[in-house]
């Protein structure tokens, strides 16, 4: 599969709304590059999070940075026939999303396209998604502190607006259901 331009999909939601699992079915559809944003963190990060302490803004610009930039290198790879990545990253707030298509333009001669894929359901179903997820630093008391400073698209920011940003309530609905919904309204 081929596009005409350079394109990072980032699929953000909170821990437990279906980023890991949307995003390997978006990377098998067009055959690119998956890359984990919590992989990217730094340690300190892990380190807090690991204990139940709900990061800070100002621990979040380096890592936002860096998952603008990797996917962003994973885009524009000679190898990637797709031109397209896929980043998992929760992408909580409208300036989290900012930051990373400011910090892909500062740091990178070629143009990348982001588009946001904001997953979202209810925090009762977050809870039991996350406690049926094993062996992740996130655990569900930290949930709720992301539900409640979470702010999905609206406005000037959906693509249907003339923006990037695409929320998908994912209550009740198959994975299936979700990538395909997400694949015809990314129109890719
Ligand atoms: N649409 C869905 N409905 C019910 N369970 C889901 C759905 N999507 C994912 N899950 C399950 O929820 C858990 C968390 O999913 P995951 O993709 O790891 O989310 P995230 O990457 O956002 O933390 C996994 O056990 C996964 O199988
Ligand atoms: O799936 C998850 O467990 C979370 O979404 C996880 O990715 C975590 O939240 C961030 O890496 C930390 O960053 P935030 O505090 O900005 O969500």
């Not at 800070?56 to 936002?64: G, P």
């Not at 603008?68 to 524009?76: F, I, L, M």
């Not at 740091?107 to 904001?118: A, C, E, N, P, T």
């Amino acid at each position: 599969m081929t596009t005409t331009s350079n394109t990072v999909i980032v699929v953000g939601g909170p821990a437990g709304t279906g980023k890991t699992t949307i995003a390997e079915l978006l990377a098998a559809h067009f055959q690119c590059p998956f890359i984990e944003g919590d992989a990217l963190h730094p340690p300190q990060n892990i380190a807090k999070m690991s204990k139940g302490t709900p990061l800070t803004d100002d621990d979040r610009w380096d890592w936002l940075k860096e998952v603008a930039q990797v996917s962003a290198r994973h885009c524009t790879d000679s190898t990637n026939k797709a031109n397209i990545a896929i980043v998992s990253c929760s992408i909580l707030k409208k300036v989290y999303r900012e930051h990373i298509k400011k910090c892909s333009e500062e740091s990178l001669s070629d143009k990348i396209q982001f588009k946001f894929v904001f997953l979202h359901t209810t925090l009762e179903h977050l809870f039991e998604r996350v406690q049926n997820r094993p062996g992740h630093f996130m655990k569900s008391d930290m949930v709720s502190s992301q539900y409640s400073i979470m702010e999905i698209p609206c406005g000037e920011e959906l693509i249907e607006n003339g923006g990037e940003a695409l929320p998908v309530d994912t209550t009740d609905k198959l994975p299936q259901q979700i990538y395909q919904e997400t694949l015809s309204a990314l129109k890719l």
